[in-house]
């Protein structure tokens, strides 16, 4: 079939007349279907209902769960975790129950004190500080940054992960304090950091002493593929490289179990975990240990971990597949988009033509899917192009996942009609 950009105006009048009728018999069913947010399905949920029940409150240690203390997490716990984390168990933290919040307080305690490394808290630094951000990129990590007055400073988002020579031009200017990093399966591109670039980074000059790497590795056991993909250990690195405190890694098992209900996991150097301990202690008399010890019993040990996540990639792998398809059909003869067909994580990223993406979430909206706000994962919620959609498929029953990507689908290729038009 010939590309859009290259129909006749009279074929191209045909063809948005066409879909629009289709467009209005989507309308008239009444859908509501949220295809904004990665949200585990309840059929992922149900996957840890044995969750919900705990024969004891001792750990192995003996200590009672059920009271205070423990400021660090489980023993059993860390020593489960820290394969995930790439840190040796004395070096994790287990607390809470998400990941974004350590890495809100890890802002919030450098804003006020400083790194164990800063000479001057984050807070006073005369002008302010910055962190890069790859982008497209998460857009919780930018509203962090936003909430405090940090400036945000994109940097291009390629397959294999950020482009060095932005980032190393950029981090010779002392302002830029952090770097947000999802190393594997990153949302929402779904890119893999290759081991060049992850080298790179833990070895790079930085004007500040106290440059931290945001490592979120949300997604590092979430595979969609029998290719089980493995990175280079940032910690290992940094430290390799003179640099043993440039790394914060965060992890959460929200995804993985419960996702209001999880762990959230935090390694570093033990100078980190220091710090991190220090300020926390001021916060928090100790985490929730009865959800650290149903989470060990529950998990046991690595395989079982690899057991949950394979049933879970059970679960999202034809998702993925139903979506793909649909685009394919709909989209692929006409040239209109390009998206991902990743080999991890939550999402699906979309390029459709330059100036169309805000139009394509009204029109969807309009028709009862629900998708995330064009340009979020951009800073500021800018995209210049006006062009990437994420597209999340976790969530929907399955009987109606493949009827909202015929809708995104159609709504893509509308936009893309009147745009010629």
């Known amino acids: 079939m010939t590309p859009l950009r290259e129909q006749t105006r009279e074929r191209l009048r045909q063809l948005h007349d066409g879909l629009l009728t289709r467009y209005q018999h989507f309308c008239s069913l009444k859908l509501s279907i949220n295809m904004a947010r990665g949200v585990p399905s309840a059929e992922q949920l149900d996957l840890s209902n044995a969750l919900l029940t705990l024969s004891d409150y001792r750990a192995a240690d003996g200590t009672d769960c059920r009271n205070y203390m423990g400021q660090q997490g489980l023993p059993e716990a860390r020593a489960l975790f820290a394969p995930l984390l790439g840190v040796p168990a004395e070096q994790v933290v287990v607390d809470g129950n998400s990941s974004l919040a350590l890495m809100h307080d890890c802002i919030a305690y450098a804003l006020r004190a400083g790194t164990c490394d800063s000479t001057t808290p984050w807070g006073q630094v005369e002008g302010g500080i910055a962190f890069l951000c790859p982008s497209p990129g998460y857009d919780r990590h930018f509203a962090i940054c936003e909430h405090f007055g940090i400036r945000l400073i994109p940097v291009a988002m390629g397959d294999d992960g950020p482009d060095l020579a932005e980032v190393e031009r950029w981090v010779q200017d002392p302002a830029v304090k952090g770097m947000w990093c999802v190393p594997k399966y990153s949302n929402p591109t779904g890119a893999v950091y290759s081991h060049e670039v992850v080298e790179a980074l833990a070895r790079m000059p930085t004007a500040a002493a106290d440059f931290r790497l945001f490592w979120d590795d949300a997604y590092g056991s979430h595979h969609l593929t029998d290719d089980e993909v493995e990175i280079a250990n940032i910690s290992t690195l940094c430290a390799q490289h003179g640099h043993p405190n440039r790394a914060l890694v965060f992890a959460s098992t929200s995804k993985m179990t419960f996702a209001g209900a999880g762990l959230a996991l935090f390694g570093s150097s033990a100078a980190n975990v220091r710090w991190w301990l220090g ?99 951009f800073v500021e919620g800018r995209d210049p192009d006006d062009k990437h959609l994420r597209i999340a498929p976790s969530s929907p029953p399955g009987d109606q996942l493949a009827l909202a990507a015929q809708v995104i689908a159609t709504c893509i290729l509308l936009a893309a009609c009147e745009r010629e038009l």
Not at 315 to 320: G, K, V
Not at 328 to 348: H, Q, T
């Open 279 to 377: 300020h926390e202690a001021l916060r928090s008399v100790g985490p929730d240990k009865l959800n650290q010890l149903r989470h060990v019993r529950f998990l046991k040990d690595q395989q079982g971990i690899k057991a949950l996540m394979r049933a879970h990639r059970r679960i999202l792998t034809p998702r993925f597949e139903a979506v793909n398809q649909v685009f394919k059909e709909v989209l692929g003869p006409w040239a209109v988009a390009r998206w991902s067909e990743p080999r991890g994580g939550y999402f699906i990223s979309v390029d459709g033509l330059p100036g169309t993406a805000r139009r394509v979430v009204e029109l969807a909206r309009a028709c009862g899917v629900q998708m995330t706000t064009a340009g979020a994962s």
